[in-house]
């Protein structure tokens, strides 16, 4: 099996690898980087637990060859918290519950980023649209959706739930 | 992936064609890869190889001429269409058709010339490329040609593209830009989901074409119709020549009731 010399640059570090030409990206970045935090659910582009951004888009690294990346720049979720502290998206996910199993959790970072590139304070609709290839099985969207609107300031303030006993 | 493959990029034209001429059906050609890679994963296709089309520079771009039209090279994705200021502004419904297909990620990577190569019968440029009377441009190391999108489809996955071909853009007759268009597309969910019956309609001065998507074995064209045909004729010309089946999405029943329903509401639309 022929190998394939590769650059990439992910979450701004640089890397060096030889990879076999079948090799998916999402496996690449998993396996031969070592970077777990991004998921493979279906493996055929329905879900989009492997979202990452290539190139600065978001893309199913499921879906991609390791070898159609050389000198490509991706970001993944490991670039999210820099020195132990989240990020801005990460805290807000975090504060609205956005999070019960997490599966889904890193490609939906990734989804979200690359809309706020683009429409810093989107729509609740422009907030599904983004997310719509995102299938998320646990948490709900509705945390999710809170969650972006919190991180951008747009989340109306909830009543506190009362306690019963 | 599980099943392994070797990957070749070749740089020009001249070094994808005669690769092609080498290796023919052995390889499969890979642009978006949001199809292929998902059959080779499954089983379907098992080549021995893929040829990346993607380094090819003049695949990649989207021109308008005003004598031939517009030409939509072999890897340009769904979101480059999308954003295009000549499709948006000469040909908005392809923009929305662009739009339909799969999910962000998914557009973000699948071109345009993949959808019709996959060739599925629910294929969402298929049937507004057919409503705008498209052709496709062949090339194999012997020759250059041009053929009908009607006539590229010839079954389910199926099409007229040889093993040493590549499809090398799409041309989209320039007499059609600025002509108004609409389609609707019925899906199970609001979100990324395939088309249960999908129908794009485009009107002309003179003219009226409809292309029909899930309604029979491959994205379907109704014969060219005057542009004042009435809403009757226009149904009755959609029933006779779509042939929808039962399947997984829908039944033929209900695949009938809304090819209807939406040639009705089009015909509103662009009345």
Partial sequence: MQMHRIKVKINGKLYERDVPGHRSLLHFIRDDIGLTGTKEGCGAGECGACTVLLNGKTVNSCLALAAECDGAEIETVEGEAKNGKLSKLQDAFHRNHAVQCGFCTPGMLMSVKSLLKVHPKPTEEQIKEAIEGNFCRCTGYRQIIEAVQDATGQLKKKEELKRVS | ?271
Wanted: aromatic share 4%; glycine share 6%; charged share 25%.
């Fill in chain 2, 1 to 271: 992936m599980h099943h392994e493959f070797e990957y070749i990029a070749p740089r020009t034209r001249t070094e994808l064609l005669s690769t092609l001429k080498k290796l023919g059906a052995r390889a499969k050609l890979l642009a978006g890869g949001t199809d292929l890679l998902v059959d080779i994963r499954v089983g379907h296709n098992v080549p021995e190889a893929v040829i990346d089309v993607k380094y090819v520079d003049e695949y990649r771009k989207i021109r308008w001429d005003a004598k031939e039209g517009l030409s939509i090279g072999a890897t340009v994705t769904c979101v480059e269409l999308m954003n295009d200021k000549t499709v948006r502004a000469k040909f908005p419904l392809l923009a929305e058709a662009a739009g339909h297909i799969g999910s962000p990620q998914l557009r973000n990577r699948a071109t345009i010339a993949g959808n019709l190569c996959t060739a599925s019968p629910c294929a969402d440029m298929g049937c507004s490329l057919l409503a705008y009377g498209a052709s496709i441009e062949l090339a194999s190391e012997k020759k250059t040609r041009i053929i009908p999108l009607e006539q590229f489809f010839t079954g389910v996955k199926k099409t007229q593209r040889q093993p040493d071909e590549v499809v090398q853009r799409i041309i989209v007759p320039a007499a059609m830009a600025g002509a108004r268009g609409a389609m609707e597309k019925l899906k199970r969910i609001k979100g990324h989901d395939l088309a249960v019956v999908s129908v794009a309609m485009v009107k002309t001065a003179k003219a009226l074409r409809v292309g029909v998507g899930s309604c029979a074995p491959t994205p379907i064209a109704l014969k060219e119709l005057p542009a004042s045909a009435s809403v009757k004729t226009v149904v009755d010309e959609a029933l006779k020549t779509v042939k929808p089946i039962d399947d997984i999405r829908a039944s033929k029943e209900y695949r009938l009731a809304m090819v209807q329903s939406f040639v009705e509401k089009l015909m509103a639309t662009l009345k």
